[in-house]
């Protein structure tokens, strides 16, 4: 019953939808939910931080878009950057993945190019999640060019979380 009367509010809802755009809740959500199932299958903390970065840059350029006053420059990159950081900072002790790289050009152990640097790949796997989503409007425009100005439905989702799912299986192989 209760199934019935919440695919009865998702009608509602997605009738009164008017359009949907790159960067919607839509994208917003599907990537929360790869997060977490990936959490539940127990990938990576790195891959795992891919999508959350992914997310936090996803909210931020979604909520920037929403505030129609500009009150300082640069307002939808700050609200970007804002949102990426209270999201990731917060989660990195969570999802830490260590990984030491070994650097051996020259000099005696302990100098600066022959010692062992510790790296937290989370910071970089988050990086890399939003930039992807960056990167997906852009790339998605360039596929509806090569498609002679059509469009897939749902085809910024697509590539966004395609484009994920992707990078998040090589960085599972590699890792």
Not at 32 to 54: C, M, T
Not at 75 to 96: G, N
Not at 131 to 146: C, D, E, M, N
Request: contains cysteine; aromatic residues 10%; hydrophobic residues 60%.
């Amino acid at each position: 019953m209760k199934a019935r009367w919440a695919f009865a509010a998702l009608i509602l809802v997605a009738a009164q939808a008017r359009s949907a755009l790159a960067h919607c809740p839509l994208c917003t959500m599907g990537v929360a939910a790869a997060a977490g199932g990936a959490a539940y299958l127990g990938i990576d903390k790195a891959i795992i931080a891919l999508f959350v970065g992914a997310f936090a840059v996803s909210t931020g350029w979604w909520v920037g878009k929403k505030i129609k006053k500009r009150i300082i420059p640069f307002q939808l990159a700050a609200i970007v950057v804002l949102s990426f950081l209270l999201t990731v900072v917060p989660l990195l002790p969570l999802l830490e993945r260590i990984y030491p790289l070994y650097i051996s050009w020259t000099g005696d152990y302990g100098s600066m190019l022959n010692r062992t640097y510790v790296l937290n790949l989370s910071w970089f796997t988050s990086a890399l999640g939003g930039v992807i989503v960056g990167i997906a409007p852009w790339l998605s425009k360039k596929v509806s060019v090569l498609r002679n100005e059509k469009i897939i439905p749902f085809q910024g989702v697509l590539l966004t979380i395609g484009l994920l799912l992707v990078f998040g299986v090589l960085l599972q192989l590699v890792m």
